[in-house]
């Protein structure tokens, strides 16, 4: 009797479960498990990991697939329900815009919240700041005031006083980028970096200039980053390290690993292509580019059209402004980010109506189609942990609720991402970025069905905000 009822309680309570992932290859790069299990999901947690069957109101059969952690992506610019609806497709629950960042901050939060398809956030922006202290014209990035003169003192210090009112609201660290504003002397980005000490968050930071030539190089703009990190003690994580360090992106992987070696905290990121992107009309464009990027004008992909430029209409496109793609980074670049285990991916990616840089679609099935699957750069395993445990990792020390994401475990948030390792691959290209990738056939955010045999769910918003502190 007493057995029949212990059998009793342990069917209910296994009936309980909304949603079982079945029979799929668990994969989850926090423990190392790699094994053949039935996740149970219980509103928005993970309730159950078992080898043994579990029973659900509904079942996915993940039989030859790899359910892993939600892809969590450091990097995304694209913050409406269109880029969502890609991120989605390529396994992201969480997009996070840190490097840009926004200002004000509770509004932003405010504008997403029950509206989100996936999960938000935003750092608070010194660039976005700056362009209001400075009157700047400029959409997204700066394009006169803030882009083409020094801050007052006064400037600097209204910027530094928006900056804190945005970690007073929570957001994710500071938003940081020194070559969209050149003329942001070594310690105005030194008093920003205070700041960050000081609240204990990190700074995401697309760092003064790229290239090799001197003065000005890479090097000489990540070793301001790194001085800064020990003069403070604030955490550095530089945005895109490929498209800054191009063919030196093995000496800027170096210096950092000494960074980190004596003790500092600084991370990186890059996304598996080997093009950048950026608006013509930004200060990007006001120096020797040529010469730092080692492209030229044929080098340059205008994004409206597709076309790529010449002397003529690269001039007649930077005076009515907008983006440009710059085949700029090689492709051993590129594969180097990729395989080494330290560089977390994120994309950097926006997609506005359809036109964008293919990033902003498929960086996350391309690393696991293109680098993992074809080109054998890195193990699925690692792959993962760069795209889960990594992101998380990088902001849970600020942020208790990214500790319950990017982690397959009993207890975390029900992001989960389901692939079929044999297929998955982006389709995004330069000249069609539109485009949804492939073999993802379920994605889950919060315990909620977004993606479901391999189509975006409609009408469903499970996406919520994350915050700094608690
Ligand atoms: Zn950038």
Known sequence: MRFALALLATTLCAQTYDIVIANGRVMDP???????????IRGRTIAAISASPLQGRTTIDARGLVVAPGFIDLHSHGQDDENYRYKARDGVTTALELEVGVSPVTPWYAERKGKSLINFGASSGHIPARMKVMHDQGTFLPHDEAAHRAATLTEQHETEDLIRKGLDEKA???GLGIAYVPFATHPEILNVIRIAADRKVPVFVHIRSPGALEPGSVTESLQEMIADAAITGASIHVVHITSMANGQTGLMLEM?????????????????????????DSAIFDGNWQQQLGITFKDLQWVATGERLTAETYAKYRKDGG??????????????AMADPDVIVASDGMIFN???????????????????????????????????????????????????????????????????????????????????????????????????????????KPGVGVWSGP
Do not use: C, W
């Open 354 to 460: 359809g036109t964008g840089h293919p990033r902003g679609a498929g960086t996350y099935a391309r690393v696991l189609g293109h680098y993992v699957r074809d080109e054998k750069a890195l193990t699925l395993m690692n792959a993962l942990r760069k795209m889960t445990i990594e992101p998380a990792r990088r902001l849970e020390a600020m942020s208790p609720q990214m500790r319950l994401k990017g982690r397959i475990k009993v207890g975390a948030d029900a992001d989960v991402t389901v692939f079929d390792p044999a297929r998955v691959i982006d389709k995004a290209t330069f000249e069609k970025p539109n485009q949804y990738s492939e073999g993802i056939p379920f994605v889950l955010v919060n315990g909620v069905l977004v993606v479901r045999d391999g189509k975006l769910v409609e009408g469903v």
């Open 256 to 280: 950092m690993a000494g960074a980190r070696k004596h003790g500092l905290d600084m991370t990186t990121e890059a996304y598996p292509y080997t093009a950048g992107e950026t608006r013509l």
């Open 172 to 174: 994710l660290g500071i």
């Open 30 to 40: 926090e423990s190392g498990l790699d094994a053949i299990r039935n996740v149970g």
């Open 323 to 336: 983006f440009v793609i710059l085949h700029s980074i090689p492709e051993e670049a590129a594969r180097e």
